[in-house]
């Protein structure tokens, strides 16, 4: 799945002026882009957009080249990470993992098998029993993108996922999203110099509201 905005402008209701403004970006299929800016800026505001969670005031966003909206969002293939992670306290690694599989009528073996080699993939042991609730932050976010990828999206939103990590678990998360995505496209949102670096390509919200490269 691509993704593009095309001309996008965004203002909230009684703002004086639009938090995004002649917006133009395409995410292609297996790119991950670095989004970045200053603290609100609109990084925010972007990924909503793009995820069809908000209608933009002017411009169009495109999926394959075909314009949509708010109310396409449920048919299409599209996972989150988001700083909190939500993980099912009091339930095991696995278990959080599986658990949208089996919500879209998959096996319990087939979850379970598929949320092994997910968690495998982010570094995790997916025989560990331990309540989500006791994991280390680095070890939540991880299971968070296992979680998110099981539905095998065509477009993963990251907003700030590193966030709350010091800088070595923060590589270790980032690392593992950009490597575990495949042909999945992927936007985040970060402040983060270093975890942008990491990512294909990175792109600034200006202070007028547009973007640019680099």
């Given at each position: ?17 639009a ?16 989004l ?18 908000a ?41 959080n993992?599986?658990?949208?599989a ?22 995790l ?26 539905s ?63």
């Open positions: 799945m691509s993704l593009r905005l095309v001309d996008v402008a965004f203002r909230y209701a009684g703002a004086d002026r938090v995004l403004d002649g917006v133009n970006l395409t995410v292609a299929s297996g790119e991950s882009v670095a970045m800016g200053a603290s609100g800026r609109g990084k925010t505001t972007l990924l909503n957009v793009a995820g069809l969670l209608v933009p005031t002017t411009g169009r966003v495109e999926i394959d080249g075909v314009a949509c909206s708010v109310q396409d969002r449920h048919r299409l293939r599209i996972a989150w990470i988001l700083q909190s992670v939500n993980l099912l306290p009091r339930r095991s690694a696995l278990d993992v599986a658990l949208p089996l919500a879209a009528g998959s096996t319990s073996g087939t979850a379970d098998a598929t949320a092994t080699e997910l968690l495998v993939s982010v570094g042991d997916p025989s560990d029993q331990r309540d989500a609730r006791t994991l280390s932050g680095g070890e939540a976010q991880r299971v968070a993108l296992a979680r998110a990828l099981i095998r999206p065509s477009l993963l939103l990251a907003d700030e996922p590193t966030a709350n990590l010091d800088p070595r678990t923060a590589d270790v998360v980032a690392e593992a999203l950009f490597t575990t995505a495949g042909h999945t496209a992927v936007l985040l949102a970060t402040h983060d110099e270093r975890i942008g670096a990491m990512a294909d390509r990175i792109v600034r919200i200006r202070p007028d509201g547009s973007l640019g490269e680099g």
